[in-house]
């Protein structure tokens, strides 16, 4: 049987990254396989994040803005990012660089089939696929299966991120290739957070989404018309060819994925909690996952290693979650307190996990208290029912 040091199933996001920080360790001498089911060639998402660090990604970073802006009907931000980057990575571009530089270590494979069990046997792990079975000492997991997961917590929330864009080309030149347009709340909320979103790539491309926080998906037809009524009405543009579209959904929970799937089997991705909950941003925390994950091979060669007690970020996480759930068209209010009241680094990094309790309070107390009072009264007495 094919026996392997590590074996990481799903080469995404996650898988992927993995292999390519091990690759670049002191590990890269490791028998390492990386099992997906499918071929991955296709720009199927764009991942974006903020940071003030270099990252093993910045060679393939498409587009990077140092400014972003933030509509609501009463408040317009232009801020320019400090310290901060906004960088844009094409999906395309990261399967591609990943792969070839995994490809050229021939002590690493990829094989595409499908995944069917995982089994602990013997201090290893069995893996059984379509055709074939293997063993590794290590199997790092990122499957996750949205439609398996169960949403109903009495204890959690669980809202879905989900958005639908389309990569636009004009004949005039309309775009400020100098800013993100990150929050535009100028639409209708419903009971939800809804807001655009824009990424101009050229003064005549651009990336402009519609985004939902919500319990459940709207009609496609939906995402259509409000994206046509936007460009329309708040662009006014009128002349313009769909070059690309991006939909996606990322879930929103504050339920505490566990890591350890078995002694020797680790969750990682989204399976494994890495999207940030009250955002859903997960690429940059996947990057640094990884890190983490090859530098406890290193040491102590197992991957588990200790998370820094971020115990005050998943509260908060729960109480906006709470907010979200049960008066989604608030955040529109508390969104814009937030971005009026703070210089555009603090709330970057509060929503890194980056800030301290001193700036935490700063930031809670320029916001709207009433929605957060009776959030905490919901999130603290749930909890205690179910415990
Ligand atoms: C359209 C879209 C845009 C996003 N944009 C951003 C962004 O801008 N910024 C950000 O931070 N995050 C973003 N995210 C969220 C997050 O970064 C991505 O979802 C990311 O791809 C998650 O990585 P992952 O490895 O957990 O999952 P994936 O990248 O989905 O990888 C999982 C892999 O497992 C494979 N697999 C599944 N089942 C099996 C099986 N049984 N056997 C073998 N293989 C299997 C799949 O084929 C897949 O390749 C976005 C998500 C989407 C969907």
């Known amino acids: 049987m094919n026996q392997y040091d590590y074996i990481i199933i799903g080469g ?35 991942w974006c994040f903020w940071t003030d660090q270099s990252t093993k990604f910045d060679h393939i970073v498409y587009k990077s803005w140092k400014n972003i802006e933030f509509l609501s009907e009463n408040f317009v931000l232009n801020a320019p990012l400090h310290n901060f980057t ?4 094409r999906g395309a571009d990261f399967y591609k660089e990943t792969l070839q530089t995994i490809g050229q270590n021939p002590n690493f494979h990829i094989t595409h089939e499908a995944v069917i069990s995982t089994e602990e046997v013997d201090n290893k792990v069995l893996i059984k696929t379509s055709s074939q079975e293997y063993l590794a000492h290590w ?19 669980y809202l879905m991120q989900h958005f639908k864009g389309w990569v636009i080309e004009t004949e005039e030149k309309v775009f400020d290739t100098s800013k993100i347009r990150m929050f535009d709340f ?24 519609y985004t939902l926080f919500s319990k459940y998906l709207i009609a496609e037809e939906e995402y259509d ?44 991705g989204i399976g494994g909690g890495r999207a940030k909950p009250s955002t859903g941003y997960a690429f940059y925390r996947i990057q640094q996952d990884s890190a983490q994950i090859v530098k406890s091979l290193e040491a102590s060669e197992q991957p588990f290693y200790r998370q820094k007690n971020d115990k005050q970020y998943q509260i908060y996480d729960a109480l906006i979650l709470n907010i979200m759930n049960r008066k989604g068209e608030s955040i529109k209010e508390i969104f814009t307190e937030l971005f009026k009241n703070n210089p555009i680094e603090r709330v970057l990094s509060f929503l890194n996990e980056s800030t301290n309790i001193y700036t935490d309070f700063l930031l809670m107390s320029s916001v709207p208290p009433m929605p957060f009072l009776k959030s905490i009264k919901n999130v603290f007495l749930s909890r205690k029912l179910v415990k």
């Open 12 to 46: 995404g996001c996650a898988g992927l990254s993995l292999a390519y920080h091990l690759n670049s360790s002191t590990l890269s001498n490791k028998k390492v396989l990386i099992i997906d089911k499918e071929q991955k060639n296709k720009n199927d998402r764009t």
């Open 86 to 89: 906004y960088k844009m990575i």
């Open 139 to 157: 199997v790092f997991d990122s499957r996750f299966d949205s439609t398996n997961f169960c949403t109903e917590m009495p204890e959690n929330h």
């Open 186 to 209: 100028r639409t209708e909320q419903g009971k939800e957070v809804r807001f655009f979103y824009i990424l101009p790539f050229s003064p005549t491309e651009a990336l402009v989404e």
């Open 225 to 268: 018309e409000k994206l046509k009524n936007y460009i329309h009405h708040q662009l006014q543009i009128d002349k313009y060819q769909i070059k690309d579209t991006e939909f996606g959904i990322i879930p929103m929970t504050d339920y505490k994925f566990g890591r350890k799937k078995g002694r020797k089997i680790m969750k990682i």
